[in-house]
């Protein structure tokens, strides 16, 4: 179901700026690993766990988990993520 | 024979030219949608299952919308109508063809309308969930390799020439990121070489990364 705007834009404004890199990085990039994101952010891995448990609490990203010696959380964006990011995309056009 | 013959009449009287149409044209513009929507590496995107899925599920659905149009009467057979519903699909998908209705008696509300749109759309979203997470699989098995293979001197000089070279990032974080990332005194050299890694692959793509894991097959055992 599509999120009505009032609820999209509460929900902008209570995201920081490391919060809107990560989404723009998700929907550029596809799915990713926290450390991708880490160094496409230009960030220490450490650095985004909190903005991922945000971004997770706010229902904006999945993750789920992904075999290998790297194994581990793999994030992607879900629809109300793509809704955001599609919604920042279209703030940043507009200013 | 006469079963037989019956069934080679019903093939022959199928316009088999109009859904090669209606399912070339539409296996062009899902092609199409896998590069955009995949930018950053269109042919592994393309490589994949879940690419596989997605183009024959958009040549499945022009050849069945043609057919459901075709049987209503509403369409004549015309190349033209064919070529409209092969390129007009997502278009056509969304006009909400209704293959289970609601049980006599139900309310809308309960749910057990099954629309063909919402098939598609969930199928397609599946489709695009697995080249999504076979890429991202993919370029964890490239990193893992670069960390058994590669120095960290080596990723070290080809991350610097990357971030700080100015010619691939201009990013001002970019310049002092592979200090950060050697300076860490509780990262080990495997996480290291992990980051370094990634940075290479993300900014200056599967084929260099690739490149030097080619040089390291042919060097000598130390």
Known sequence: MEESWATLRELEDNLSDEEKAILEVLGQVGAST???????????????????????EKQLIDISQVKGRLGGDLVTLNQRGLQMRQRLRLGRRVK | ????????????????????????????LAVSEVVSSFEPDPVRALRTWGSTILLLLNVAMAVLILALMRS????????????????????LVRTRFTVMKPLPGMPASEGVEIRLDELYTRLQGFCRRR??????????????????????????????LLLEGGLVVT???????????????????????????????????HGMLEGMLKTAKAKPPA
Do not use: C, H
């Open chain 2, 131 to 160: 080249i999504d997470v076979a890429l991202a699989g993919q370029r964890v098995r490239m990193v893992e390799q670069a960390m058994d293979r590669l120095e960290l001197e080596e990723l070290e000089r080809k991350a610097r």
């Open chain 2, 72 to 91: 209503f009467g509403t369409v004549g057979d015309s190349p033209w109508v064919a070529l409209a519903v092969g390129l007009g699909l997502p278009t």
């Open chain 2, 1 to 28: 024979m006469t079963a037989l013959n019956a069934i080679a009449t019903w093939l022959a009287s199928i316009p088999w030219g109009l859904y090669i149409l209606a399912g070339g044209a539409s296996l062009i």
């Open chain 1, 34 to 56: 926290p450390a991708e994101l880490a160094v496409r952010t230009f960030s220490l891995p450490e650095e985004i766990n909190k903005p991922l448990l945000s971004l997770k």
């Open chain 2, 171 to 205: 990013a001002s974080q970019a310049s002092g990121y592979v200090d950060r990332i050697l300076g860490q005194q509780e990262y080990d050299e495997e996480r290291k070489r992990m980051l370094l890694a990634f940075a290479i692959l993300n900014y200056g793509g």
